[in-house]
């Protein structure tokens, strides 16, 4: 069964700072892999995804991503943090399941940014 | 592009009660999925659609719990009849057929059971 694990409820960081917000999964097959940021009563929204190819993927305002396979992980990166990037953050993983593609959610890292 | 739109944003109905939420996807997207979300909890997919198809609906409970998307566009959710452990919020999602494809999610419809 295909399952994402996010350790951290809540990651703080001062501003300036460099980030790290932390993904493992499990699936079978090659994953799929993808980060969304939410914002108070908002939906989520997409910032990057890993499908192939090169280990680090570049997404939206500024964060990228590092797949590890024989770690299987997918970390979430920002050089310098911002106090707008505070959010709740959430990895997700699409496997092959009965019938199609399923899509996991971790269960959301909280980002507080320090100014 | 407009982005999924979603009705009602509140709703507070009691317990027994039923209700119906309204989902319009991004125009061309095949997919649509309606998720649920538990305060405090990452989004758990009640049931996904591949145009007017059922893809997957595991974990919809269908005992209370039901979706339709004529005409492959628009959708609706239900709940008939309602219990509190339904409080959450309800997002909608919609992408282009494939799973390398991003969801784009509408802002929700905040269920409250009293």
């Known amino acids: 069964a295909q399952s994402v694990a996010q350790p951290e409820d809540q990651v703080n960081v001062a501003e300036g700072n460099p980030l790290t917000v932390k993904c493992t999964y499990s699936v079978s097959g090659n994953p799929y892999l993808f980060w969304y940021v939410q914002y108070p009563n908002r939906g989520l929204q997409f910032l990057l995804k890993?499908?192939?190819?090169?280990?680090l993927v570049k997404g939206s305002y500024g964060f990228e991503a590092e797949f590890n396979k024989s770690q299987t992980s997918f970390h979430l990166k920002k050089p310098s943090a911002l106090v707008s990037d505070s959010a709740l953050y959430f990895c997700?993983?699409?496997?092959?399941?009965?019938?199609?593609?399923?899509?996991?959610f971790g269960a959301g890292t909280r980002l507080f940014v320090k100014a | 592009e407009a982005g999924v739109a979603q009705s009602p944003r509140y709703k507070i109905i009691e317990k027994r009660q039923s209700v119906a939420f309204w989902c319009n996807p991004i125009?061309?997207?095949?997919?649509l999925y309606w998720y649920q979300q538990i305060l405090g909890q990452g989004p758990k997919l009640l049931i996904q659609?591949?145009?007017?198809?059922?893809?997957?609906d595991s974990q919809l409970p269908k005992d209370r719990f039901s979706a339709e998307r004529l005409k492959g566009v628009d959708s609706t959710l239900k709940i008939q009849p309602a219990k509190l452990e339904d409080s959450a919020v309800y997002l909608c999602?919609?992408?282009?057929?494939?799973?390398?494809?991003?969801?784009?999610f509408g802002d929700g419809t905040r269920l409250s059971i009293l």
């Open positions: 125009s061309g997207h095949a997919t």
């Open positions: 997700a993983v699409m496997g092959v399941n009965t019938g199609g593609f399923k899509t996991i």
């Open positions: 999602a919609s992408s282009l057929e494939g799973p390398n494809q991003p969801q784009h």
């Open positions: 890993y499908i192939t190819g090169d280990n």
């Open positions: 659609f591949q145009n007017n198809g059922v893809v997957d």
